[in-house]
């Protein structure tokens, strides 16, 4: 890593994913507590957590939903072309089996990986670098998202 924007932008995908850096000093957009990033909120929840409707979608489609995205910003910066993508089709998930939970969440940690890996190795150009950024506010986005539907599901225990 050359360039301090690289780092800067691989620290905010890390928040995002992995919450602030421990010991906690500073967060720059989520909260200072334990697993505050998507996968320690997405750790918490059960299979059955994840199925329930919540404002007409899932947590599970929510989670499928990043993975898809970063999937498709992955093929683009691996293999130079954005994939077709059908952004209705990342949405349809309604009921998942904990085995299914967890493969959803394995596979939004197996592309978080290969973007963190790929930073480091960016030919950039405009287009590239708004991927990039973008994906990162997208998954901070979907981060919010899940916070409240979290606040939601666990309103509607009471």
Not at 122 to 142: F, R
């Amino acid at each position: 890593m050359n360039h301090p924007l690289e780092a800067g932008l691989k620290r905010m995908l890390q928040e995002a994913f992995d919450g602030p850096q421990k010991p906690v000093t500073v967060s720059w957009f989520t909260n200072t507590k334990p697993d505050s990033g998507i996968f320690g909120v997405l750790s918490q929840l059960t299979a059955a957590d994840a199925s329930k409707e919540i404002y007409g979608t899932t947590l599970a489609a929510h989670t499928d939903h990043v993975r898809y995205h970063m999937w498709g910003t992955n093929a683009w910066l691996y293999e130079g072309t954005f994939p077709t993508m059908d952004w209705n089709k990342s949405w349809e998930i309604q009921s998942v089996s904990e085995e299914e939970w967890l493969s959803i969440q394995v596979g939004l940690n197996q592309e978080y990986q290969r973007l963190l890996e790929k930073i480091d190795h960016i030919q950039w150009n405009e287009d590239l670098a708004n991927e990039v950024v973008g994906s990162l506010a997208h998954s901070a986005y979907h981060l919010g998202a899940i916070h409240q539907m979290i606040k939601t599901l666990k309103d509607q225990v009471k």
